[in-house]
């Protein structure tokens, strides 16, 4: 296992529902936005313990990719109307089908910019023409831009063994190119962990449209 497949593994193994339950209020937002466009598939990659495919999944069919086993068999027994599959979010597969819609919260931040455009990429082969994306990531607004080590334009090592990509409003055009941006946003966002304790983030939102 690689150590960064290790990293998540050991921190649902010993953190298990890291984040807590509630799903994040961008999830509901995303919901919201959805519903009036006859939605009715909704794919997640990097979907954790389901906290926040459990905001889709009673009215959309969900499916979602996840990188930890462990947090895969946390969302069985958290949101089992979900169908989350063990996999690489970053692995572009033919789908079955095209998804109407996808929601991707703060993990396109965890990525330099190759894995960035290759997970953009594979969100958008899975989404039909015309399909929705909801994604979020860590703000250039946030304290902790500019901290620690300059990986690239943008991502930095902010804490020991940890790095990321936060993003400005710039950025969101540069990576979903193949899409309409409808809207764009940036939130504080508060989560509350079992070991990090009290954490506030900003972060930026988008909500675009697969041209199509
Ligand atoms: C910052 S967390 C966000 C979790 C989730 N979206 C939530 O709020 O509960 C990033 C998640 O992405 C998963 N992950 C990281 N890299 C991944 C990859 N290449 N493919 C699929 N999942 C991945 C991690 O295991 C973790 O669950």
Known sequence: MRTYEQYW???????????????SPTAWKARE???????????????????NTKAFSREFIVEGVELSETAV???SEWDPDS???????LDDREPDEFCDAVYCYDLLHLFLEPERRKLVAACLNRLRPGGFLYFTGFSDEDPCNGRGES???????????????????????????????????????????AAEGKHDYILRTMFARKKG
């Open 9 to 23: 593994e050991r921190r649902f193994g010993s953190e298990g529902m890291i984040w807590g339950t509630e799903p």
């Open 83 to 89: 169908e989350i599959r063990c996999g690489s979010a």
């Open 33 to 51: 936005l959805f519903l009036p466009h006859n939605v009715r598939t909704v794919f997640v990659p990097g979907a954790g313990y389901g906290r």
């Open 151 to 193: 990986l690239e334009p943008g991502t930095y090592r902010y804490k020991e063994g940890k790095y990321a990509h936060f993003f400005s409003e710039k950025d969101w055009a540069a990576h979903f190119s193949g899409t309409d941006i409808l809207e764009t946003g940036t939130l504080h966002e508060s989560l509350n962990g």
């Open 73 to 75: 068999k946390l969302a």
